[in-house]
């Protein structure tokens, strides 16, 4: 029997997203540890959920640019000797050099059905543009924000009379299964991300697997 696979996660906040890999690591219906937190916000809470051997956090502007605290962080991270890096509510933009030092392993989670509004306030977007769904994405990460190959989406509906408020709760609703269903499969060693292309049982699909209602994801 292989040994979990060891995550750390980045996170900016309260770490929800953590909460929800935490407990589907105690179900068992996840074959995985979470080894390290990493933020940039020392005060963070997610930052609680591990023990202080399992924590690194420094504040960018301890650092004399953005390269310099990338590398930091990158330096910590690899101490961990992490599997996989997931990106969960990590508000800061991750460097080039980063991203490419932990190329293949890093996922990020973000509420929208990527492509559409990459960045900022993707739920007011979404409404302005009048879209019938909404929804959430688990990415791989590339230099370019919110650009890489999309691994698993979820979708909800836009209901008359939504705001940006009522959309976002939906949306985080469909968002802890979609990550915790999108790790199993990473985990399982059943998805990657070869040159840009999604790879999934040994075969390319050329589209995002889905969410069902039972939080299982299908092609």
Not at 44 to 49: C, G
Not at 86 to 92: F, N, Q, S
Request: overall charge neutral; some cysteine.
């Amino acid at each position: 029997m292989s040994a979990p696979a060891r995550l750390a996660v980045l996170a900016s906040g309260r770490g929800s997203n953590l909460q929800a890999i935490t407990a589907a690591i105690a179900a068992g219906q996840l074959d995985a540890q979470v080894v390290a937190v990493l933020s940039d916000k020392p005060d963070a809470p997610a930052l609680q959920q591990v023990t202080a051997e399992q924590r690194w956090a420094r504040s960018p502007k301890d650092f004399a640019d953005r390269a310099a605290f990338d590398a930091a962080l990158g330096d910590a991270l690899a101490g961990f000797a992490p599997d996989w890096v997931v990106c969960a509510g990590y508000m800061r933009i991750l460097g080039q050099a980063f991203v490419e030092r932990f190329d293949g392993r890093l996922v990020n989670i973000h509420p929208s059905l990527l492509p559409l509004y990459k960045g900022l306030h993707t739920h007011a977007r979404a409404l302005e543009a009048g879209d019938a769904a909404h929804g959430a994405s688990v990415h791989f990460v590339v230099p370019e924000l919110d650009a890489g190959t999309v691994l698993a989406q979820a979708r909800v509906p836009v209901l008359a009379g939504d705001t940006p408020e009522t959309l976002a709760q939906r949306v985080l609703a469909v968002e802890h299964p979609l990550l915790i269903a999108s790790l199993q499969w990473l985990v399982s060693g059943r998805v990657a991300e070869r040159h840009g292309q999604l790879v999934v049982d040994g075969h390319p699909l050329f589209s995002p697997l889905r969410l069902d209602s039972a939080g299982k994801l299908n092609r």
